[in-house]
């Protein structure tokens, strides 16, 4: 199998590795790409856009990236606070008044962004075409009552962190996440990521293979809330081919782009703030994410112990990492992104052909395992 792009020659056995993943089948098509101190150091791609192989990845393929798209909603919070207009430890209805009502007065942003909450679902039924009113999910929200008390617990937010953290973000500025995204993060960094697809870059985009039969993150035993989150409204993987979903802002999952330029905008967390050699955030703004929200033996909705920090996942007992001063979070079907502050290290996969994940998979976990065993030896 050929693997295009191009490795610093101190990381070529990770251009062997993606190859013989993508040989043997655990791939259809994906990228991987890395930076450190800032600076490029891997940027390759290999296999097939489509299931039936008829389309190469090639350099700019781009693909859905489900809860990938996380990370550079975050980052926008972030930037937002580093810019002194965004205080996390303020309450939601300082921003967004409607959102006081059924006994959520005292939810603080930090709390959407650490998944504590306790609006991991929606309470009224959702129809699929629901995500896409924006105004309708948020009103939904901000109506209803937390399924826990907030603070007290932590249930992943899959679908609905997006809307929540994407409307303070639009009360404050009065432009959707997207939109402050791309003009204050993408734009300035030139990283082909997108947060509401413009139907222009339609045939670049990669077709997601749905998890086999028996393997989403629907099936098997599950909670009550986890079977709220995927549920309702189904989260089906073919929906990402349709120029609704990919139109829409759906700043939870529905981010298009390719490790490059997943790399190429969270470089700024694990570089102090620096990318492509311009300073988009001060170094305290982007450690701000390190500070431990909560921590729990098992997230609500995941099943799993997690602990979270402002916006992203931390290292943990559970999910070890390499260097203590990590943040990293992934999206359903195995694509990842890890920003490793000590080594000044960021890496991101993406791919098409899903697993039944939500925090990456060990396709993924070699490649980086393979980036930080040669920094180490």
Known sequence: MSVEGWTHPKFA?????LAAAVARGDDIGASFAATLN??????IWAGWADESQTRPWTQDTIVNVYSTTKTMTALTALWLADQGQ???EERVSHYWPEFAAAGKQGVTVAQLMSHSAGLSGFAEPMQPTDIYD???CCARLAAQSPYWEPGTAAGYHGLTQGWLVGEVVRRITGKSLGTVFAEQLAGPLGADFHIGLDAAHDARVADLVPPPKGASITDGPQSDL???????PPVDPLETRTRAWRAAEIPAANGHGNARSVVAVQTLMANGGVAN??????????RKALELQIETPSDLVLGMPVRYGMGYGLSSPARPLPNPNTV?????GGSLVVCDMDAKLCMS????????TTLGDMRAGMLMAGVWGALMA
Not at 226 to 232: E, H, I, L, Q, V
Not at 328 to 332: E, I, P
Request: proline share 2%; hydrophobic share 45%; aromatic share 12%.
């Open 328 to 332: 990293f979070w992934g999206g359903y």
């Open 277 to 286: 050699g311009k300073r988009l955030l001060s170094e305290a703004g982007v």
């Open 13 to 17: 056995h990770v251009k062997d590795a």
């Open 86 to 88: 965004l205080r996390f």
């Open 349 to 356: 996969y993406v791919m098409n052909k899903m697993a039944g």
């Open 226 to 232: 986890a079977k709220n989150m995927g549920g309702n």
């Open 134 to 136: 924006w105004d309708l």
């Open 38 to 43: 800032g600076e490029p150091i891997i940027d």
